[in-house]
């Protein structure tokens, strides 16, 4: 597919570090689910955690392809690896890059794009998952704070996180209108994460509970206003699906690398298993899964750095990347036969992954309805 010189160099790069620094430790930070500190700090100083940020602001002044291709590269030997970095610029840094005021962007962005601090967005809770709008948290005026009281659940990085962006109600008799987004600091009083998750897949990347408890937040640290702060998040997620979709990609192109060096290495029948039809048929299918996703997602992130509306394309990215992963993966187990169930072998891990991406940054479901809203509204 075309990539720009520079998009070239930067996938390259991340693919030497990966199969080099990530590689070597995707298997044990999955067995006994190790945030892994240290491959975090090499990628920030490979300057991985901000590509798309201008230099001025401490990002790589990169693009925003070069970060999709980035995401891809790490999640082809380590999903978690993937996703601590999606997660970190697709949903704790952008909110700030993309909606913040100067002020915000000057004080909050240049330590996460740098990666001297770690993002999170804190949205989901207990009774709002796909119902976004159910947030239960809430904010109340103070004089020039807010008071946010509540906690939110499944928040990637939380244990690590420096800045976090949140959503919470100001005023329910306004449904969705009636949310709120702000900036919150870990050092803030009464902000603190809480149980990490037991997870079936991603099990190096972190995943605990956000709690709030009397917080007092600067008003200054509101991102955009009433009318404003659901939108956001919402925008937010619909860049962030383009990200998940290239987890997906990269997971499902991960998979297909093992099944395919096994079919050439191990015999049955006399023959190799690649020379099986049956293999071919299902390494046929994968490649050209893999091939279709990739060119939604690339799509879906070229029109993200166009500036183009892209809701309806990343949501289609998505959906199709993450289905065509959970097939791909599940196909490499069954090309590895009992290899592929045990853990000496890394394809379980990468369909245990690969489940994620069918349910985080919205399901499946939610991606069809969001595909289906667009279609309705006439922006196809
Ligand atoms: N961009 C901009 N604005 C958007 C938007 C988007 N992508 N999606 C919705 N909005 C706006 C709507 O236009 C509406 O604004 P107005 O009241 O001014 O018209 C407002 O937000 C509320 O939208 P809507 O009424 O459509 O909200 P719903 O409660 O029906 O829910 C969905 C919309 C289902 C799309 C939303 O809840 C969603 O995306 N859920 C999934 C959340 C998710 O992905 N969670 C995963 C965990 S986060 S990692």
Redesign the pocket.
Known sequence: MELTEEQTMVRDMVREFALKEVEPIAAEIDEIQRFPEETVKRMAELGLMGIPIPEEYEGAGGDYVSYILAVEELSRVCGSTGITLA?HYS?GLSPIWYFGTEGQKRKYVPDLASGRKIGT?G??EPNA??????TQTTAVRDGDHWIINGAKQ?I?NANYTGTCVITAMIDRSK???GIGSFILEKSMPGFRAGKKEDKLGLRGSNTAELIMEDVRVPAENQLGNL?SG??YF??T??S??ISIGALALGIAQGALDKALAYAQERKQFGKFLYKHQQIQFMLADMATEIQAARHLVYHAARLKQRKEPH?MEGAMGKLYASEAAYRATKNAVQILGANGYSREYPVERYMRDAKLCEI????SE?QR??IA?RLIGGNM
Do not use: P, Y
Request: no cysteine; aromatic share 8%; glycine share 18%.
């Open positions: 997660a949903l967005f949205l989901t998952g796909s119902d976004a709008a159910g499944f990637t449904g969705a209108r009318e659901f939108k919402m925008k997620l619909d962030g699906r809701s985080g940054e919205g399901t939610i309805m969001v809203r």
